[in-house]
């Protein structure tokens, strides 16, 4: 003898989500990404710059640097579908990125401000504040990376340089 | 009204035993045998010997000589080191412009970022020169 019949039946029953098969495992990526390799960003606010990859993500993103003093793209992440990776590489070896996982890049929480009449027709907004840690993370990462960087001739005027096709050239021809 | 002409003798390139012919822009090869009007019978030190047709070869300006009809690969072999058909091949300009296409099509990004430079200073060191001159 179990429970007593219950006095009321719902006229439908709750609907119960189908039990998925799908299961999430490591990220794979392709053998040309290696920390250290020159990436061209396809996609983006920074597309068609060259920049430096530093390390693979827990969301399955990469971690970039332009350097930022380079060209502009800061500590950033990256889709790694959205990637060109070159055959060049700098030496990543005495960078330290220990410190950067997906929690470094959270957004911040910012309380939702009433919407005022002011705001609507405002243009001014107020400058979004870059924090004091995130400055002195690129300072130091890109110390290191700047002088490998040195090290090869061109490199630097490379990085700065923004990639794009010309006349003539055949994205499925070309090698990277 | 009249314009000067000067007969010159014909000077083609013979299908012949011997006559090193380029396969598909890359694969050099000596014809050993003629089969018939359209075929012939190909070898190369670094190129299977087979029956090919003259359709899909281009011939050189290149002989090897006195080769015996339908030798067979180890002479081809010898004479070809013995004549120095690749070293006569590399030096000509067809050769070199076929290497440096195959180069050109090679290039890393990187690669083609220094060429673009230097074909810079290059046209600003002619311009230079240009306008002083």
Known sequence: ?176 | MSSYSTVKAANWRFVELGRVVLVDNKDLATIVEIIDQKRVLVDGPKFQRQAIALAKIVLTPIVLPNLPRGARTATVTKKWAAADIDGKWAATAWAKKLASRERRAQLSDFERFQVLVLKKQRRFAVKKAVAKA
Not at chain 1, 33 to 60: C, H, M, Q, S, W
Not at chain 1, 84 to 91: C, D, L, N, P, R
Not at chain 1, 115 to 125: C, R, T, V
């Open chain 1, 1 to 176: 003898m179990s429970q007593i019949a219950p006095k009321w039946y719902q006229s439908e029953d709750a609907p119960v989500a189908k039990q998925t098969r799908k299961t999430a495992r490591p990220q794979k990526l392709r053998a040309s990404l290696v920390p250290g390799t020159v990436l061209i960003l396809l996609a983006g606010r920074f597309r068609g710059k060259r920049v430096v990859y530093l390390k693979n993500l827990e969301d399955n993103t990469l971690l970039v640097s332009g350097p930022f003093k380079v060209n502009g793209v800061p500590l950033r992440r990256v889709n790694a579908r959205y990637v060109i990776a070159t055959s060049t590489q700098v030496s990543v070896e005495g960078v330290d990125v220990s410190k950067f996982n997906v929690e470094y890049f959270a957004r911040e929480k910012t309380p939702r401000s009433k919407k005022s009449e002011a705001d609507l027709f405002n243009e001014a907004q107020p400058k979004k504040e870059i924090k004091a840690e995130r400055i002195a993370d690129q300072k130091s990462v890109d110390a290191s990376l700047l002088a490998e960087i040195k090290k090869t001739p061109l490199l630097k005027q490379y990085l700065s340089a923004s990639f794009s096709l010309k006349n003539g050239d055949r994205p499925h021809l070309l090698k990277f």
